[in-house]
């Protein structure tokens, strides 16, 4: 690939950019914006509803055949970009929890750095998406893992509110896309790029 670095993201139909009419999503403008050279190969494994327990059981052999070995000297780095499914499908928030934390493990053990996206809100009651979040981001800050909080910014953002009701509220159009991408490239991610924040 030219000796671009690779960044594979896992994730649900979110990661995929479902239902953005420009085709990028989240990804593709993030892709657009960090300032590598040459810029990073994205490799989005997007499975649709997928819960973390589908996750944890097919991540590794699919993100191995796409990273080089031996590894580049910056590293592999892999996005796990999570969503709300582990709700819908009657998953406790501690097999949740057990479920990124392993996916975690492993990739450590692998040497692959990981940055964890946590999963925006979708239209319904609010209070067990916002403690899925809050696992999440333990479970990421126990490991030092990069953790980008994407439910309470957008949890009252009257765009991201107004694009889910347009569709079917769960997938955001452009402009909440747009909001994903700012949240994450504002959370650290040049820093987990071993770039300075502010490089354009």
Wanted: net charge negative; glycine share 10%.
């Amino acid at each position: 690939m030219d000796g671009a670095q690779r960044i594979v993201v896992v994730g649900d139909q979110l990661a995929a950019g479902e239902g953005d009419p420009r085709a990028l999503g989240w990804v593709g403008r993030v892709a657009a914006r960090t300032p590598l050279e040459p810029r990073p190969t994205m490799l989005t494994l997007a499975v649709p509803d997928e819960t973390t327990t589908a996750l944890a059981a097919r991540w590794e052999a699919e993100v191995a055949l796409r990273l080089p070995d031996p590894s580049p000297p910056e590293g592999h780095r892999m996005v796990v970009a999570l969503g709300q499914a582990d709700l819908g499908a009657g998953i406790s928030t501690a097999r949740s929890r057990l479920n990124l934390a392993n996916i975690l493990d492993v990739a450590d053990g692998m040497r692959i750095r990981c940055l964890v996206v946590g999963p925006p809100p979708a239209v319904g009651d609010p209070d067990p998406q916002a403690e899925l979040s809050a696992a999440f981001a333990d479970v990421a800050g126990r490991r030092r893992v990069p953790y980008v909080e994407t439910y309470g910014p957008l949890a009252r953002h009257d765009q991201w509110l107004a694009d889910l009701a347009e569709r079917d509220g769960r997938t955001p159009g452009q402009a909440g896309y747009g909001l994903m991408a700012w949240l994450v490239l504002h959370a650290g991610w040049n820093r987990w790029l071993d770039l300075p924040d502010d490089a354009v």
